[in-house]
């Protein structure tokens, strides 16, 4: 519609040679990511794992700390990996339970559950290997632990920032009189937990009832996805002979610039064979469906976002686009990073993707940011760190489809639960983000 309103493109020509070449490039560079990554994650919940691990933290900080074990549970699992819709479904029933023990409202439950998987290990932890972590690495020829020091600041700022909001509602809740609340469509019972209230040490599920693994079996795999990302990226691949790379058959490109997703690659790929191993009596008769799930898994997501590249760059070949990137780059011509948090904000906002509103940045406006950068002595870290967190921002917009299927897993409506959402998966990560531009400015990248 942009092209035929347009009136000077060629129609045909800018789908087969801008949308679709876009498009196409996207998918060339990040399909192993999203495979691997889907896989992975399905691999984690066919095992048991991404349950036991949920569990695990339930018990140990019980009832009195409800809010925060679902947070934390759905944040150790993204962390590692876990697709959020995976831990979405995982978490659910078990924050079901655990807030009726409680007595704290249900319609706090999505707040909760985004906080742990929208946030803090979607863009600001160093490591992560979420997806909106790994987009800006070729653009900056960074790895997935751009500015450490201040991705643990934002995230820091994202997990007590929301945790005291969400404290802060239930006990406005508590003082009001409101419970958890009747509400009959609830699962009957929540992975083994009786519907009514019990102690929480009667939440355990017994672990060879269900022959899930420990905790340790559970967590080694996502103790792996960051350590084996962290060896590959910084201490083995910068040792091997990477020479060819500067051939035109590789892309006449540097290790630098191609390291990040090797190492990812490498860990997700070691990762899945570990969860396999140390879950095969779980897995061994559908290993083959789970590979093909997670591999079908993967498609969609990536497709999805590969259509809003190609959508993006269709936007960027119009003349009007001009107007618009000129009026973005010159909000703060001293200052790149300003610019930069905004346009992709926009854009995650308009497209209600993190990945799609970022990727549509940075492949219009990604090599500009990087000269920009250079010029004014910006470490391309910072770069990286700036994007990943502004991507995490107003992609939560009420029409984000993870909003969306979040609220219909936890049978709870916009109008029930999306403040919380609101609060902690947007007002505070720009908080976090308008801090780490400040002292990004003012310090450089650490």
């Not at 498009?23 to 399905?42: D, Q």
């Not at 190609?310 to 780059?329: N, T």
Request: include cysteine; charge should be neutral; hydrophobic fraction near 55%.
């Amino acid at each position: 519609m942009a092209v035929l309103f347009a009136g000077d493109l060629p129609l045909l020509a800018t789908y087969t040679q801008v949308f679709m070449t876009a498009a196409g490039r996207f998918v060339t560079t990040y399909f192993p990511l999203f495979l691997l990554g889907a896989l992975f994650g399905k691999l984690m919940d066919d095992s048991g794992s991404a349950r036991a691990i949920a569990h695990w933290i339930v018990q140990k900080l019980g009832a009195e700390r409800s809010i925060l074990a679902v947070v934390l549970a759905c944040g150790i699992l993204t962390y590692g990996g876990v697709s959020l819709f995976v831990v979405a479904f995982a978490v659910y029933p078990i924050a079901v339970a655990l807030f009726r023990e409680a007595e704290i409202p249900k319609r706090l439950i999505p707040g909760a559950i985004a906080l742990g998987s929208f946030t803090f290990t979607m863009t600001a932890l160093p490591g992560t290997p979420a997806i909106q972590n790994l987009i800006p690495m070729p653009y900056f020829g960074t790895d997935a632990f751009a500015a450490p020091g201040l991705g643990i600041m934002a995230a820091a700022i994202m997990l007590v920032g929301g945790t005291a909001w969400l404290g802060w509602r239930h006990h406005r809740a508590h003082a009001a009189g409101e419970g958890y609340g009747n509400h009959a469509d609830d699962p009957a019972t929540a992975s083994g937990v009786s519907p009514r209230p019990r102690s929480v040490g009667a939440m355990a599920i017994d672990q060879e009832e269900v022959g899930a693994p420990g905790i340790l079996v559970a967590v080694l795999p996502i103790v792996l996805v960051i350590a084996l990302n962290y060896v590959f990226t910084n201490h083995l691949i910068p040792t091997w002979d990477t020479g060819y790379l500067a051939e035109p058959k590789y892309g006449a490109t540097t290790v630098n610039k191609v390291q990040g997703t090797w190492a990812i690659i490498i860990a997700l790929v070691i990762s899945s064979v570990a969860v396999a191993a140390l879950n095969w009596r779980v897995l061994r008769d559908r290993i083959a469906s789970s590979i093909n799930d997670g591999a079908m898994g993967s498609l969609l997501p990536i497709f999805n976002t590969a259509s809003e590249v190609g959508y993006g760059a269709v936007i960027a070949s119009l003349a009007a686009f001009a107007i618009l990137r000129d009026a973005v780059l010159n909000l703060s011509p001293d200052n790149p990073l300003i610019s930069l948090a905004v346009a992709v904000n926009v854009l995650a906002g308009v497209t209600g993707s993190a990945s799609g509103g970022m990727s549509i940045a940075l492949e219009t406006l990604g090599a500009t940011y990087a000269q920009l950068g250079q010029a004014a002595g910006i470490n391309p870290e910072l770069l990286h760190r700036v994007t990943a967190i502004s991507s995490g921002g107003f992609d939560a917009l009420p029409h984000n489809g993870a909003v969306i299927t979040l609220l219909a897993i936890c049978k709870l409506t916009h109008r029930q639960s999306y403040v919380d959402i609101l609060v902690v998966a947007v007002a505070i990560p720009v908080t976090s983000l308008i801090a780490v531009i400040t002292l990004g400015t003012m310090l450089g990248s650490f």
